[in-house]
């Protein structure tokens, strides 16, 4: 007598489900895998880049045959950069940043897998796509219907976008690093009495400037991007008023977040001092010590500055006893500073009145690369740091009357040669911007007034200037000729 149980329906569907698992197993393992080597991940895709993005990388999803990528990785136009490699992950450090106002194209195909030491199939063709901001600048205008006002010219689209109120009239402002956001100097006419000069009652602003966030990416969607959408320019927040102390200078930090500002006490001159302000009012102001010039670092942590009698300090920007570092006695004032921080400009008083321009690394090295009879206003590093910009004169006497004839050079920092670019305006305050892609370099103009305050009233008229510069520009032997912009402006500065 059979006693078995008769099988039932769920028993026979388990054993119809583990015979099928294990044909498709044996099926699998007879065939092998046979999922093609491929790009996974580009991180630049559909993304807008700026000058400090450095370097994309190309994940694969399996190892690869690296010489064969390195011979068939196009980019369009051509960027030239050099390849590093971290298991099946390729990165490409560009030699200098991508140029502005372009899309780029980048496509590989014919690189092959890598089994063991030899090559094995070839990967899935790829091709991906990234594009650089808009090539944009920024300028106080000096025109009849928005004088005074700060302006943003698109010179891929021709417009121009008038960014702060009508009612303010800015003397000075600067951008963070992304470009977002302006902190800017201003007066209001209707509060001046007659003959009070503008400029000791201007007060600190910040403002949008309504670009988008540069990480979002470029097919992101209308509700992404109205989420995401920094507030159009508007209403300009007061940072710091004008009441008790005047504002003198400041300065912006990279990351949008502080400002330092040069402040004196209007009924104690002796009270002259660094005022560190967060823009998110997170924090109380903080006053540190007293100072002539400054800049604020890179890092946006610490702020350089002249101190009397002591040279160049760095200041934290949110100090602890004992932690203030005296960068170097010997210099006078510091120009600006290389975009990773690894290098400075700074100026040095010589006993026979000549002022000398000296690079100084972060490790204290000193370089002298220019001296001049005259002054020397402003330096700008290339993106390689391989060059410096500097804005200086030249003390010319005849007749016992002295003038100081301004001029922009252009320092190779390796072999100290001097290029002279092209001569300037002769006049006091000129401004210099180096664009972010280190192709071309902004200067003004004032054609009527001697200063700014003249320009803030009315009595001046502004003109902006734009010198590219050429590849060859080592083997320039003449200085090169400037282009003068439709615009009636001062102060340009270029959107990064």
């Not at 078995?4 to 015979?19: E, G, L, N, T, Y």
């Not at 899309?103 to 650089?132: M, N």
């Not at 300090?313 to 006893?321: A, Y």
Request: contains cysteine; aromatic residues 8%; positive net charge.
């Amino acid at each position: 007598m059979n006693s078995s149980k008769p099988s039932q329906p769920i028993d026979r569907i388990a054993i119809i489900w583990m015979v099928g698992l294990s044909m498709a197993i044996a099926i699998l393992l007879w065939s092998g895998d046979r999922t093609l080597p491929q790009v996974r991940d580009f991180n630049w895709q559909n993304r807008r880049i700026g000058a400090d993005d450095i370097a994309f990388t190309l994940t694969f999803n399996r190892q690869i045959d690296r010489p064969t990528v390195a011979k068939q990785l196009q980019i369009t136009p051509p960027l030239p950069g050099k390849i590093s490699w971290a298991g099946s992950r390729m990165a490409y450090t560009l030699t200098n940043p991508a140029q502005y106002g372009k899309t780029y194209q980048v496509s590989l195909q014919g690189a092959r897998e890598l089994i063991g030491k030899t090559s094995g199939k070839e990967i899935v063709p790829f091709s991906g796509e990234f594009q650089t901001p808009d090539r944009m600048f920024a300028y106080i205008s000096s025109g009849t219907t928005d004088r005074g006002r700060i302006v943003i010219y698109n010179f891929q689209t021709k417009t121009s976008q008038v960014v702060t109120p009508e009612n303010l009239v800015v003397t000075d402002y600067k951008l963070d690093r992304n470009s977002q956001k302006i902190v800017f100097t201003a007066t209001d006419p209707q509060t001046l009495a007659n003959g009070q000069p503008a400029i000791s009652s201007q007060q600190v602003y910040s403002i949008t400037t309504g670009l988008p966030p540069r990480d979002l990416s470029l097919d992101a969607s209308p509700e992404l991007l109205r989420q995401r959408q920094i507030v159009t320019p508007g209403k300009a927040e007061l940072v710091l008023d004008s009441r008790e102390y005047q504002n003198v200078k400041f300065d912006l930090s990279p990351d949008g977040n502080k400002v330092v500002v040069q402040r004196v006490n209007r009924k104690k001159p002796s009270d002259f001092a660094l005022w560190v302000v967060t823009l998110d009012k997170s924090a109380a102001p903080l006053k540190l010590r007293q100072s002539g010039d400054f800049a604020i670092t890179p890092d946006s942590s610490a702020v350089a500055a002249a101190v009397e009698q002591q040279g160049i300090s760095i200041l934290p920007l949110t100090p602890t006893p004992g932690n203030n570092l005296d960068f170097s006695p010997e210099f006078s004032s510091v120009l600006g500073f290389a975009t990773d921080g690894t290098a400075a400009a700074m100026v040095k008083y010589n006993s026979d009145y000549t002022r000398s321009l000296f690079m100084v690394n972060n490790q204290g090295v000193k370089q002298k690369i220019f001296q001049t009879n005259g002054s020397i206003w402003d330096a700008k590093f290339s993106p390689g740091k391989d060059i410096i910009y500097c804005l200086a004169t030249s003390l010319k006497t005849q007749d016992e009357n002295s003038r100081e004839e301004p001029f922009l050079t252009a320092i190779d920092v390796k072999t100290q040669k001097i290029l002279l670019m092209t001569l300037l305006p002769i006049q006091q305050g000129i401004q210099m911007s180096l664009a972010p892609d280190g192709l071309a370099v902004m200067f003004d103009q004032i054609e009527r007034g001697d200063n700014t305050n003249q320009i803030v009233q009315g009595n001046g008229t502004g003109v902006v200037w734009l010198l590219p510069i050429p590849p060859n520009l080592r083997e320039i032997a003449t200085p090169l000729p400037a282009d003068r912009l439709p615009i009636s402006g001062w102060h340009p500065r270029w959107l990064s």
